[in-house]
């Protein structure tokens, strides 16, 4: 019995423990202006901590206005971020690979980067999902998942372009402005 209980026991902490990995952090919100419309992201900030970094940096330099949505194949992802419009181009500086548990391609919607075959090759170009794509975790950096603006995500095709990305704020939560506990019923 008592071997049951530690068991049990066991399989509760474990569950417990894979329901936080499977919870990333949200951070800062990235606007992404198309020309097919506005595409919202919320940063993984706290578990990709170097790729958000970047990716922030240089749209804060305005590194990505005006270019071109370079890669799009349906069901798998729409890629940018290329300055040379074509896959072979990127920022000029490269960064280190991150990943996490907590960091899946596990819907349409999931924002990573894009590298070449060297694992620490990343730069300028990132990808979103339009599907699953479990084969690519571990292998490349999620940063983000759409928040706003899916449909516009789907319409996207090879040569749309990219107006502008601008990063804002985490949203603050709601306040309950609820006061209903306050009142008290009408008197009759």
């Known amino acids: 019995m008592k071997y049951i209980t530690i068991l049990m026991l066991s399989l509760v902490l474990a569950g417990a423990a894979l329901a936080q990995v499977s919870k990333p952090e949200t951070g800062r919100i990235a606007v992404i202006e198309t020309s097919k419309g506005t595409i919202k992201f919320a940063l993984y900030e706290k578990d990709a901590p170097i790729t958000t970094a970047n990716f922030i940096e240089l749209a804060n330099k305005k590194f990505y206005d005006g270019l071109k949505f370079h890669r799009v194949v349906p069901g798998f992802v729409i890629q940018g971020g290329d300055p040379n419009g074509n896959g072979s181009g990127g920022s000029g500086k490269t960064i280190k690979l ?78 309950n402005t609820d006061k209903t506990e306050d009142k008290k019923p009408a008197e009759k």
Do not use: C, W
């Not at 907590?102 to 075959?117: C, E, I, P, T, Y």
């Not at 040569?159 to 949203?171: E, L, N, Q, S």
């Open 98 to 175: 991150e990943t996490s548990p907590k960091l899946k391609h596990d819907a349409a919607g999931v924002v990573a980067m894009a590298r070449s075959s060297n694992p620490d090759s990343a730069s300028s170009q990132f990808y979103i999902t339009l599907d699953a794509t479990p084969n690519l975790d571990g292998g490349y950096a999620v940063f983000g998942r759409v928040t706003v603006g899916l449909d516009v995500v789907k319409k996207i095709q090879q040569g749309d372009t990219i107006k502008t990305i601008r990063i804002i704020p985490k949203p603050e939560p709601k306040e």
